[in-house]
């Protein structure tokens, strides 16, 4: 598709990422470029939908795809509600450092 076409694809999932963030949560940290890689991700199965049948290891290409949101998914909400839940034990290096809050929507 060109470099240029990913780019702009990658750069509004990156805006919309922030953009949504900021509007439901405020009081987070934003940390990395993951607008960005699901709006690629999206982008490759929208792709793998509409050109199921002209691609070669379709099947194969559509289950990775799947998995890997699946589990990035699944540990974002463990982190997010389950994690917190569990007692964890006092830091050794920094007794008072509370880590800031990082957004996982």
Not at 51 to 65: E, G, H, K, P, T
Not at 75 to 100: H, I, R
Request: charged residues 10%.
């Amino acid at each position: 598709h060109g470099s240029a076409r990913i780019a702009i694809v990658y750069c509004a999932g990156v805006f919309a990422g922030a953009l949504g963030t900021s509007v439901v949560d405020s009081e987070v940290y934003l940390v990395g470029a993951s607008g960005g890689v699901y709006a690629i991700l999206a982008a490759h199965l929208a792709n793998l939908t509409l050109n199921y049948r002209q691609m070669r290891f379709a099947s194969v290409q559509l289950l990775a795809v799947l998995i890997f949101v699946n589990c990035d998914l699944g540990y974002a909400l463990y982190t997010q509600y389950l994690d917190s839940q569990v007692e964890k034990p006092p830091p050794a290096v920094w007794p008072n450092y509370d880590p800031p809050p990082v957004s996982y929507v």
